[in-house]
């Protein structure tokens, strides 16, 4: 399975909503579509875990929807601290594959 | 709290051979499958390979396979990753992580900060 992240790059404001976009080259029966947050210099961070469940700690501004091949990770009111590259992961097979990432960026 | 740390980490010429280890704490670490995955600089995730929780079961990107072996000791609580025939494309930043739950499906949870391996002549 082929992930394909959309935008590459999201320019955004403060308190802006974000809306990034994962999309499967085929359907998986398992809900098997994570998120995952990454900054320079820091390990990965699990953002939402089996398409809509937030991982511990994230803040509920953080939400994950989806079905069959299509995924969107959306944060509400994005704040300094979300300003990073995001990824979409799928775990349901292997091979385990990621997509190419969004970078959240300031406008 | 569960973590995991990776070490081993170094310069190598292509061609030669390098182990990662990947050390567990905080949790029983010989319930849980580990991932390593790698990030070359400038570049995105990308995973490498996957050992199940007793070892039984080992999956490798088809890039690193028959050059990587994936390996654990649970007595020690350590998972290895065996690079024979480096090439100057595996440099990157190499993660090890543990999965959510035990079964091997589930997402990758806790990581560790990392271990960076570069490969040049």
């Known amino acids: 399975i082929v992930l394909t992240q959309s935008p590459d790059v999201l320019s955004l404001s403060p308190g802006e909503t974000a809306t990034l976009s994962c999309r499967a080259s085929q359907g998986s029966p398992r809900s098997s579509v994570s998120w995952y947050q990454k900054k320079p210099g820091q390990s990965p961070r699990l953002v939402i875990s089996d398409v809509f469940k937030r991982a511990t700690g994230i803040p509920d501004r953080f939400s994950g929807s989806g079905s069959g091949t299509d995924f969107t990770l959306t944060i509400s009111s994005v704040e300094p601290a979300d300003f990073a590259v995001y990824y979409c992961?799928?775990?349901?097979?292997?091979?385990?594959?990621f997509g190419q990432g969004t970078q959240v960026e300031v406008k | 709290q569960a973590q995991v740390r990776e070490s081993g980490g170094d310069v190598v010429q292509p061609g030669r051979s390098l182990r990662l280890s990947c050390g567990g704490s905080g949790f029983d670490f010989w319930d849980y499958s580990i991932h390593w995955v790698r990030q070359a600089p400038g570049k995105g995730l990308e995973w490498v390979a996957l050992?199940?929780?007793?070892?039984?079961?080992?999956f490798y990107r088809d890039s690193v396979r028959g050059r990587f072996t994936i390996s654990r000791d649970n007595r020690n609580k350590v998972v290895f990753l065996q690079m024979d025939g480096l090439r100057v494309e595996d440099t990157a930043m190499y993660f090890c992580?543990?999965?959510?739950?035990?079964?091997?499906?589930?997402?990758?949870?806790?990581w560790g900060q990392g271990t960076m391996v570069t490969v040049s002549p």
């Open positions: 992580a543990k999965v959510m739950n035990t079964n091997r499906y589930s997402a990758p949870q806790t």
């Open positions: 050992i199940s929780y007793d070892g039984s079961n080992k």
């Open positions: 992961h799928y775990h349901g097979s292997s091979p385990w594959t």
